[in-house]
T-cell receptor, first 115, second 112 residues
Framework: KQEVTQIPAALSVPEGENLVLNCSFTDSAIYNLQWFRQDPGKGLTSLLLIQSSQREQTSGRLNASLDKSSGRSTLYIAASQPGDSATYLCAVLNAGGTSYGKLTFGQGTILTVHP | NAGVTQTPKFRILKIGQSMTLQCTQDMNHNYMYWYRQDPGMGLKLIYYSVGAGITDKGEVPNGYNVSRSTTEDFPLRLELAAPSQTSVYFC???????????FGSGTRLTVV
């Protein structure tokens, strides 16, 4: 059964810092990996989608990498801002086993960027 | 383009009552999903559908039912509400198996 773990569970940084959020998964048979942002009391907003054949994706100050063989992904946020404060969720789309075709989510990293 | 629309946004139910959570998407997506999110527990898949007329169970289907009579709509039915069903429910859709997901804004349900 696929398991997704996100480290750290919470992170507090001063404005302007570069930071890295980590995601690991136990089964490398995946179609893709997606990073989401969730603001308190709101839905999920897709940030970046990396297909299994890709190594990284970039959008503005965000860069996500994928190492499928080692079961790891990182989300790099450059020059963090208070508006980046949110919960960041990692999810993998499974390509095998009993979870075939389904997303498995990590529990999220709660990010606080203080002025 | 509304994306994925969920109604209602909030609801309080008494134990034993029933209700339907509505989900509609206007993107012509084939795949639709229902998740529940409990504090500190991540999102768990309840049911999913790969197209009109086809549904299947996810990780936590007990106490719920779904139907998919059209491409656009994927309602989730709670027949006998229990306190354990207090949660935030999210509907999502995708065009194909490998496309990214689009999520609705959620329904916050409390069962008392």
């Amino acid at each position: 059964k696929q398991e997704v773990t996100q480290i750290p569970a919470a992170l507090s940084v001063p404005e302007g810092e570069n930071l890295v959020l980590n995601c690991s998964f136990t089964d490398s048979a995946i179609y893709n990996l997606q990073w989401f942002r969730q603001d308190p009391g709101k839905g999920l907003t897709s940030l970046l989608l990396i297909q299994s054949s890709q190594r990284e994706q970039t959008s503005g100050r965000l860069n996500a990498s994928l190492d499928k063989s080692s079961g790891r992904s990182t989300l790099y946020i450059a020059a963090s801002q208070p508006g980046d404060s949110a919960t960041y969720l990692c999810a993998v789309l499974n390509a095998g086993g009993t979870s075939y075709g389904k997303l498995t989510f990590g529990q999220g990293t709660i990010l606080t960027v203080h002025p | 383009n509304a994306g994925v629309t969920q109604t209602p946004k909030f609801r309080i139910l008494k134990i034993g009552q029933s209700m339907t959570l509505q989900c509609t998407q206007d993107m012509n997506h084939n795949y639709m999903y229902w998740y529940r999110q409990d504090p500190g527990m991540g999102l768990k898949l309840i049911y999913y559908s790969v197209g009109a007329g086809i549904t299947d169970k996810g990780e936590v289907p007990n106490g719920y039912n779904v139907s998919r009579s059209t491409t656009e709509d994927f309602p989730l039915r709670l027949e006998l509400a229990a306190p354990s069903q207090t949660s935030v429910y999210f509907c999502a859709s995708s065009y194909s198996l490998v496309e990214g997901y689009t999520f609705g804004s959620g329904t916050r349900l409390t069962v008392v």
